[in-house]
C-alpha cells in the first residue's frame, strides 16, 4: 500500500503541474492530499493512521514540515538564502535603469562589422548580464527586443538569431552571482550531512572499525564555493557559444553577415563603450572579487551588489541632466577615503589611544555619511523617476516569495515521499545499476534533463536534488565533491530554459519576438545550444579541475586556510613533498651535512640533544620516503586483481543490508498489526519475512569463496602503507619541531632581554610597597614573560614571587627569595640565548629555510603559497577511495 500512495504522490504532482497549477501550491498540495489519504485509508482499515507509512506517520511527516519551515526562518547558521533577494534586486535594478539596454546596444555597434559579430556580441552581453543580473527573464526580453530586431533587419538566420538569444540568457544560471547555485548550495549543505553519515556506517559496515578516517569524509560546499566552482565552466560555455558562432559564420556567410557601423570609432566612441561597459564590469569584480578574496562572504557581497546597483541606477535614469553623476562620484569618494583611512589607520572604536585615531575615526565616520547620502541620494531619484524603485522592490518580493514558497512546499513534498519509502526505493534502484558511481550518475542527470523539458529550474533542484544528491555523495568510489556535483546539476538544470515545449527562455522570447519569428524557428535555433550545453556538461565531467580548483585553492590560500595536518590535505601534501625529494634530495642532504657543523655547544643539553637527533630523523626521511613509495606501489599493484572481486563482494553485502533492514522494518510491524484483518496481513508479511531470510542465506552463499582470504591480504596491504606513511609523518615531524623551537626560542632573546629591567625592578617594588600593590604589578608582568617564547620557567618562579605575596601571611623574605632566584634563572637564560644567537642561530634559520617547504611542511600554520597552488591541483581531482571500505 505504501508503493500506491507513492504512486498517488507523484501523479498528483505530475498532473498538479501539467494542468499548469501554480508549482508554489502544486508541490505541498499533492504532499498534504496523499499523506491525508494514506492517514484516512490507514485509520478505516486498520485502525492505525500510520499502518501505510514506511516511516513514521503524518504526526512525522508534520514535525519534518515544521522543522523544515524553521530551518529557512529561524536557523541562524543557514543563512545562505538570505542572498537570493539581494540578488534579485541588484539584477531587476540594473534591468529597470537600462543600463542591460546601453550594453547591447554599444556592444552589437563594437562588434557588429565582424562577420558573426551581432551574435558574439549578444553572447558577449548575456554574460555580462548573467554576471550582474542573473535573471534570465528580463535577460532574454531585453535581448530579444533590443538585439533580435537588429539581427533580423541584418539577414540573420531566425534560428540562429533566436537560439543565441536564448540561450546567452540562460547563462544567468550558471555564471555567478546565480539565484541557482545559492539553492543548490542549501540543497547540498543537507544532502552532505545525510551523505557523510551514510558513508560512515558503510565503513562500519564493511571495516568494523567504529570510526572512519576523516579523510574519507564528505566535503560540504557553500554559495561561495559555488560561485567559485560554477565560474569556469560558465566561461567554457561562453567560449563554445561564440566559437560556434564564429565557425557558422565562416562556413555560412550568409547565416551571420556583418553589420557596418555608421558611425564613426572615434575618442567620443570609445568613451561611449566605457561609461556602458566598465561599471557593469566594476560591479561583477566588486561583488565576485570580495567572495574570492574573502573580503566579504556570499550575503554581505549581495549586499554589496545590491548598493552599487543603486548607485548605477541613480545616474543611468538621470543622464542627460545636469548633476546626474553627483551620487555616483559621492559614493565613489566616499568608498575610497574609507578604503584609504583603513590601510594608513585601522580604525578601532573601543581602542581610540591618540589623536591620530580620533582623526581617522571622524574622516571615517564622515565618509560613511557620504556614502549613506549618495545612497539615499540614487534611492530618491529611483523612486521619482518612473516609479522605478517601487517596481524593482514589488518584484523582487514576487520573486522572493516565488523561491522561498517553493522551498517550503517542496520539502514537504520531500518529507512525503521518503514517508511512503520514495527515497529507499531510488536509493535501491541507483545502486542496483550496473556501471557504479557513473552509471547511477548518467541516469540522474538523463532525468534532471528530461524533467528539464516540463519543470522549472527551482523544482528540478528542491525535489530531485535532495533526493539523488546523498546517494551520489556517498559513494567513495568516485568521492565527488558536493561543489562538483552541484555545478553538474547546474549546467545541467539550465537546459531547463532552452527544451520544448515548457523552456521558459522560449516563452520568454516568443512573447517579444515579431510574428514573422516561427516558433518551430526558435526550436531550432536551440538545438545547437542545447548540444553544446550537454558538451560542456561532458567535459566537466571528464575534467573535475574545472570546478574544484578555484574553491580548493581560495581555501587553502585564505587568511583562515586549514593547516598543513589537516587529515584531508595529508595525501596530496606527500605527493608533492615526495616528488620535491626527487628533484631536491642532494640539495638537502647537503643542508642536513652543513647543519651538523653548526655550534650548538652553547645551547641547553636538552634542546642539544634534540636538535641532534632531529639531523639523525632528517637523514632518515629518505629512506622512509621509499619505503611509503614501496608499500604504495604493493597495493596499487594488487588494486586490478582485487577491485572486481571487492565490487562483487560488497554489491552483495549491500543486498544483504538491505534485505535485512527490510526484514528488521516488517517485524517490528509485524508486532504492529491490528484490526480486522490483521491475521491475514501478518500471514502476508510473515510469508515475506521467510522470503527475506531465504534470499539473505542465498546471498551469503553467492560470496566467492576467496573473498575472506583476499580481502584480509589486500587489508594487511593498506594497513602497511598507513604504518609506513605513519612512521614517515612521525619523523619528518620530530626532524622539524627541535629545529624551529630552538630557532624561536633563541630569536626571542631581544624580547628577554627587553624584561631584564621591569622583572630586575621588582625586587626595590617588593621591598617599598604593599603586597597587594606588588602582587597586582607582578600579574602584569606575567603576561609579557609568557609571551615570550621558551621562558615558561621563569614565569613559574616570578610567580612563586606572586604566590608569597598573596596568602593569608605575605611574606616579603620570602618573596625577595623567589624573585633573587627568577632574576638568577633570568641572567643564566639570556646567557646563553646571547652565545646561542651569535653562534648558532643564522646557521639553524639558513637549515630550516631549506627544509621548511619539505620536511617541515606538514609543522607550518598554513601552506605556503606555491605549495598551495600545487596542492590543490592535486586535491581538485576526485580519488577512488573505495577499496578502503
Known amino acids: 500500500?505504501?508503493?500506491?500512495?507513492?504512486?498517488?504522490?507523484?501523479?498528483?504532482?505530475?498532473?498538479?503541474?501539467?494542468?499548469?497549477?501554480?508549482?508554489?501550491?502544486?508541490?505541498?498540495?499533492?504532499?498534504?492530499?496523499?499523506?491525508?489519504?494514506?492517514?484516512?485509508?490507514?485509520?478505516?482499515?486498520?485502525?492505525?493512521?500510520?499502518?501505510?507509512?514506511?516511516?513514521?506517520?503524518?504526526?512525522?511527516?508534520?514535525?519534518?514540515?515544521?522543522?523544515?519551515?524553521?530551518?529557512?526562518?529561524?536557523?541562524?547558521?543557514?543563512?545562505?538564502?538570505?542572498?537570493?533577494?539581494?540578488?534579485?534586486?541588484?539584477?531587476?535594478?540594473?534591468?529597470?535603469?537600462?543600463?542591460?539596454?546601453?550594453?547591447?546596444?554599444?556592444?552589437?555597434?563594437?562588434?557588429?562589422?565582424?562577420?558573426?559579430?551581432?551574435?558574439?556580441?549578444?553572447?558577449?552581453?548575456?554574460?555580462?548580464?548573467?554576471?550582474?543580473?542573473?535573471?534570465?527573464?528580463?535577460?532574454?526580453?531585453a535581448m530579444g527586443l533590443i538585439s533580435l530586431p537588429a539581427m533580423l533587419r541584418n539577414k540573420y538566420s531566425h534560428p540562429l538569431a533566436t537560439g543565441t538569444i536564448a540561450a546567452s540568457g540562460t547563462l544567468g544560471q550558471i555564471i555567478p552571482p546565480s539565484i541557482v547555485l545559492i539553492i543548490l548550495a542549501d540543497q547540498l549543505a543537507s544532502a552532505t550531512d545525510q551523505a557523510s553519515t551514510a558513508r560512515k556506517a558503510m565503513y562500519k559496515d564493511f571495516t568494523g572499525e567504529l570510526s572512519m578516517p576523516s579523510e574519507f569524509d564528505?566535503?560540504?560546499?557553500?554559495?561561495?564555493?559555488?560561485?567559485?566552482?560554477?565560474?569556469?565552466?560558465?566561461?567554457?560555455?561562453?567560449?563554445?557559444?561564440?566559437?560556434?558562432?564564429?565557425?557558422?559564420?565562416?562556413?555560412?556567410?550568409?547565416?551571420?553577415?556583418?553589420?557596418?557601423?555608421?558611425?564613426?570609432?572615434?575618442?567620443?566612441?570609445?568613451?561611449?563603450?566605457?561609461?556602458?561597459?566598465?561599471?557593469?564590469?566594476?560591479?561583477?569584480?566588486?561583488v565576485l572579487g570580495s567572495i574570492i578574496t574573502g573580503i566579504a562572504t556570499v550575503n554581505q557581497a549581495g549586499a554589496i551588489g545590491a548598493v552599487g546597483a543603486m548607485i548605477m541606477g541613480g545616474y543611468r535614469l538621470r543622464e542627460g541632466h545636469p548633476r546626474a553623476y553627483w551620487p555616483a562620484i559621492l559614493a565613489f569618494a566616499s568608498v575610497v577615503v574609507i578604503i584609504t583611512i583603513t590601510q594608513i589607520n585601522p580604525i578601532n572604536v573601543k581602542n581610540i589611544a591618540t589623536n591620530a585615531d580620533m582623526i581617522g575615526l571622524v574622516i571615517a565616520v564622515l565618509a560613511v555619511i557620504g556614502l549613506l547620502a549618495a545612497l539615499v541620494w540614487s534611492g530618491v531619484r529611483a523612486y521619482r523617476i518612473d516609479d522605478t524603485l517601487r517596481g524593482v522592490m514589488i518584484e523582487t518580493a514576487k520573486t522572493t516569495s516565488l523561491v522561498f514558497i517553493i522551498l517550503l512546499g517542496a520539502a514537504m513534498l520531500t518529507a512525503a515521499f521518503r514517508a511512503f519509502g520514495?527515497?529507499?526505493?531510488?536509493?535501491?534502484?541507483?545502486?542496483?545499476?550496473?556501471?557504479?558511481?557513473?552509471?547511477?550518475?548518467?541516469?540522474?542527470?538523463?532525468?534532471?534533463?528530461?524533467?528539464?523539458?516540463?519543470?522549472?529550474?527551482?523544482?528540478?533542484?528542491?525535489?530531485?536534488?535532495?533526493?539523488?544528491?546523498?546517494?551520489?555523495?556517498?559513494?567513495?568510489?568516485?568521492?565527488?565533491?558536493?561543489?562538483?556535483?552541484?555545478?553538474?546539476?547546474?549546467?545541467?538544470?539550465?537546459t531547463s530554459f532552452l527544451t520544448p515545449p515548457f523552456g521558459f527562455a522560449l516563452f520568454y522570447l516568443r512573447g517579444v519576438a515579431p510574428a514573422a519569428v516561427k516558433t518551430l524557428s526558435m526550436y531550432k535555433g536551440v538545438i545547437a545550444f542545447i548540444v553544446m550545453q550537454l558538451l560542456a556538461l561532458v567535459i566537466v565531467a571528464y575534467n573535475p579541475r574545472l570546478v574544484n580548483y578555484l574553491p580548493t585553492r581560495l581555501s587553502l590560500t585564505s587568511e583562515t586556510a586549514p593547516p598543513p595536518l589537516n587529515p584531508k590535505l595529508q595525501h596530496c601534501v606527500e605527493q608533492f613533498v615526495f616528488n620535491q625529494y626527487s628533484v631536491r634530495e642532494e640539495e638537502i642532504r647537503a643542508a642536513i651535512d652543513r647543519a651538523r657543523k653548526i655550534d650548538i655547544s652553547g645551547l641547553p643539553k636538552k634542546l642539544a640533544q634534540g636538535i641532534e637527533e632531529s639531523f639523525d630523523d632528517a637523514q632518515k626521511t629518505f629512506e622512509l620516503r621509499e619505503q611509503v613509495i614501496a608499500a604504495q606501489a604493493a597495493v596499487d599493484k594488487a588494486k586490478p586483481a582485487y577491485r572486481p572481486l571487492h565490487s562483487e563482494a560488497r554489491e552483495i553485502q549491500s543486498r544483504i543490508a538491505r534485505d535485512k533492514a527490510e526484514m528488521r522494518e516488517l517485524e517490528i510491524l509485524l508486532r504492529q498489526v491490528t484490526g480486522e484483518d490483521a491475521a491475514g496481513r501478518k500471514e502476508a508479511m510473515a510469508a515475506k519475512i521467510a522470503l527475506l531470510d531465504t534470499d539473505i542465506k542465498q546471498l551469503e552463499a553467492s560470496i566467492p569463496a576467496q573473498w575472506p582470504e583476499t580481502q584480509k591480504k589486500f587489508a594487511d596491504l593498506l594497513k602497511a602503507e598507513k604504518t609506513a606513511r605513519l612512521k614517515y609523518r612521525r619523523n619528518v615531524d620530530n626532524a622539524y619541531e627541535p629545529v624551529q623551537e630552538t630557532v624561536t626560542i633563541v630569536g626571542a632573546t631581544d624580547a628577554l632581554v627587553a624584561l631584564k629591567p621591569t622583572i630586575e625592578g621588582l625586587r626595590e617594588v617588593v621591598s617599598s610597597q604593599a603586597p597587594d600593590k606588588v602582587a597586582q604589578q607582578i600579574a602584569a608582568v606575567l603576561p609579557d614573560i609568557s609571551a615570550v617564547p621558551g621562558a615558561r620557567s621563569i614565569r613559574s618562579q616570578v610567580s612563586r614571587v606572586r604566590r608569597a605575596l598573596t596568602g593569608r601571611t605575605p611574606d616579603k623574605d620570602k618573596a625577595i627569595a623567589e624573585l633573587d632566584k627568577a632574576i638568577e634563572m633570568l641572567n643564566e637564560e639570556v646567557a646563553w640565548r646571547e652565545r646561542a644567537a651569535a653562534n648558532a642561530l643564522p646557521g639553524l634559520r639558513a637549515y630550516e629555510r631549506a627544509i621548511f617547504d619539505t620536511i617541515g611542511l606538514r609543522k607550518q600554520p598554513k601552506l605556503p603559497p606555491e605549495q598551495a597552488v600545487e596542492v590543490a591541483g592535486c586535491m581538485a581531482h576526485h580519488r577512488d577511495i573505495s577499496l578502503h571500505f
Do not use: C
Not at 28 to 53: E, K, Q, R
Not at 57 to 71: D, H, I, K, Q, Y
Not at 238 to 253: E, G, N, S, T
Not at 262 to 286: R, S, T, W
Open 218 to 286: 564528505v566535503s560540504s560546499t557553500s554559495a561561495g564555493e559555488m560561485f567559485l566552482g560554477a565560474l569556469l565552466p560558465g566561461l567554457v560555455l561562453v567560449a563554445a557559444y561564440i566559437i560556434f558562432i564564429a565557425i557558422l559564420a565562416f562556413v555560412r556567410p550568409n547565416a551571420a553577415p556583418a553589420v557596418p557601423y555608421d558611425g564613426k570609432y572615434d575618442a567620443q566612441f570609445a568613451l561611449k563603450v566605457g561609461m556602458a561597459l566598465v561599471p557593469p564590469l566594476a560591479l561583477i569584480f566588486i
Open 1 to 141: 500500500m505504501e508503493l500506491f500512495f507513492l504512486l498517488v504522490l507523484v501523479l498528483l504532482m505530475a498532473a498538479a503541474l501539467g494542468s499548469g497549477f501554480p508549482v508554489a501550491f502544486a508541490l505541498p498540495g499533492s504532499a498534504i492530499i496523499s499523506v491525508a489519504l494514506a492517514a484516512l485509508t490507514g485509520w478505516l482499515v486498520t485502525g492505525s493512521p500510520d499502518a501505510y507509512f514506511v516511516h513514521g506517520g503524518p504526526s512525522e511527516w508534520l514535525n519534518a514540515g515544521v522543522t523544515n519551515f524553521r530551518g529557512v526562518y529561524w536557523e541562524v547558521e543557514r543563512d545562505t538564502l538570505i542572498a537570493i533577494p539581494l540578488f534579485v534586486f541588484m539584477g531587476i535594478m540594473l534591468q529597470r535603469s537600462r543600463i542591460a539596454e546601453d550594453l547591447l546596444v554599444t556592444m552589437a555597434q563594437l562588434f557588429g562589422p565582424v562577420r558573426g559579430g551581432l551574435g558574439m556580441s549578444v553572447v558577449f552581453v548575456g554574460a555580462l548580464l548573467a554576471a550582474t543580473t542573473g535573471i534570465v527573464g528580463a535577460t532574454v526580453v
Open 422 to 494: 520514495g527515497e529507499e526505493l531510488v536509493k535501491n534502484f541507483l545502486t542496483g545499476l550496473p556501471g557504479g558511481f557513473w552509471g547511477q550518475f548518467a541516469i540522474v542527470m538523463a532525468v534532471i534533463f528530461l524533467l528539464g523539458f516540463f519543470l522549472d529550474f527551482i523544482e528540478i533542484a528542491v525535489v530531485v536534488v535532495p533526493i539523488v544528491a546523498p546517494i551520489l555523495l556517498a559513494d567513495p568510489s568516485a568521492n565527488v565533491t558536493a561543489v562538483w556535483l552541484g555545478v553538474m546539476i547546474g549546467l545541467n538544470i539550465q
